[in-house]
């Protein structure tokens, strides 16, 4: 079989590889993110904390697989995890800033879900730099078009 890229075949799977490039590094941006507000700064994560955590991990790896054998199937189950993710961070996130979910939730083990490490231009919380994390990856897994 003659299998020959022509030229708009080769721009979409340039665009698809750019948008995993793209999801592979906000994914490890938000990890080293995490990890330097735990390791560096001392932060203890509490529970959701540590969700979105779980959910952010398995990310870096599986964009990374994806990128080295050219498999864009691997959307997918990002996909699977960064919804989840935004779920988790959007609820986090609300438990911070609307007083009536923080106040009625049940205490977590160690550290309060309603604690806010940071608090930039009065709204940016760290469950808010997951969210938005899940948004951006879950936004370039459906830009990356089937062939």
């Known amino acids: 079989m003659n299998y020959k890229l022509t030229p708009n075949r080769r721009s979409q799977m ?3 590889k750019l948008y995993l490039q793209l999801l592979f590094f906000t994914s490890l941006i938000a990890t080293m993110g995490s990890l330097y507000f735990s390791e560096i700064r001392q932060y203890v994560p509490c529970e959701f904390c540590w969700y979105q955590r779980i959910l ?3 990310i870096v790896i ?3 697989i994806g990128l080295i ?3 864009f199937g691997a959307k997918y189950y990002i996909r699977i995890f960064s919804i989840l993710g935004i779920i988790i961070g959007g609820y986090h996130y609300a438990l ?6 923080g106040d009625g939730m049940a205490a977590c083990e160690g ?3 309603t604690v806010q490490y940071i608090n930039w231009l009065g709204f940016i919380t760290i469950p808010l730099l997951s969210f938005t994390a899940f ?3 879950l936004i370039l897994t459906f830009l990356i078009k089937k062939d």
């Open 69 to 71: 054998r050219n498999d």
């Open 96 to 101: 911070q800033k609307v007083s009536i979910l």
């Open 62 to 64: 599986i964009s990374l």
């Open 111 to 113: 550290v309060s879900c």
């Open 14 to 16: 340039d665009r698809r």
């Open 135 to 137: 948004v951006v990856i």
């Open 56 to 58: 952010m991990y398995p």
